[in-house]
């Protein structure tokens, strides 16, 4: 079992509609639970973080963290073809291997949205 | 502003060859990441670095090998390349997470095509 799972899509819908992205994730142990969207041939950029169950809006974005659950979700108000774009959700967490503690990124596999006029 | 860079951009390799991918920070970050990116598989971290001279495996680290000898700058081999190794390759850094968002800054890719 992958530790962050996210439906890669493709997810379509029309300019002005509600975008809802979701990630699952099997370590209770991660702290701090990400967004990052990429552009078609550029590198990730991030576009939210929170490390708390509960919701932080940033505009038409809205980030959303259950730990009991181990669900993060992102939704998007009013899309626009702007936010076409592959979605990941990034957790990052403390890996515990040989006794040592590293921190450690791991990324869903990314949801592919278009926005269509 | 240089940020995250990586080098080569686009390389191809023949099966059997060797090559060495350079990233280089300008932030003074801690951490260091590679990843590679495949169609439906997303973002798979293959290697990591904490600090200077400290290594870590990732989640597909057959086939590749790391070094972190200065701060700035976190190198991928690959020493025999085979054409399941054709991806796109990304570095990443970020600064240390114990205490704050680690927000990671990602190169622009590299495209690597082994035939």
């Known amino acids: 079992q992958k530790e962050v799972e996210q439906d890669p899509g493709p997810l379509s819908v029309p300019e002005g509609a509600i975008v809802s992205l979701n990630c699952t994730y099997s370590?209770?142990?991660?702290?701090?639970f990400m967004w990052y969207r990429q552009y078609s041939r550029k590198g990730p950029e991030l576009l939210m973080y929170t490390y708390s169950s509960g919701n932080k809006e940033d505009g038409r974005f809205t980030a959303q963290v259950d730990k009991s659950s181990k669900y993060i979700s992102l939704f998007i108000r009013d899309s626009q073809p702007s936010d076409s774009a592959t979605y990941l959700c990034a957790i990052f967490g403390f890996d515990n291997a040989g006794g040592t503690s590293y921190g450690k990124l791991t990324f869903g596999q990314g949801t592919i949205l278009t926005v269509h006029p | 502003n240089a940020g995250v860079t990586q080098t080569p951009k686009f390389r191809v390799l023949k099966t059997g060859q060797s090559m060495t991918l350079l990233c280089a920070q300008d932030m003074n970050h801690e951490y260091m990441y590679w990843y590679r990116q495949d169609p439906g598989m997303g973002l798979r971290l293959i290697h990591y670095?904490?600090?200077?001279?400290?290594?870590a495996k990732g989640e597909v680290p057959d086939g590749y090998n790391v070094s972190r000898l200065k701060k700035q700058n976190f190198l991928l081999g690959l020493e025999s390349a085979a054409p399941s190794q054709t991806s796109v390759y990304f570095c990443?850094?970020?600064?240390?997470?114990?205490?704050?968002?680690?927000?990671?800054?990602f190169g622009q890719g590299t495209r690597l095509t082994v035939v």
């Open positions: 990443a850094s970020s600064y240390s997470g114990t205490a704050a968002v680690t927000e990671a800054f």
């Open positions: 370590n209770s142990a991660f702290q701090y």
């Open positions: 670095s904490v600090g200077e001279g400290t290594t």
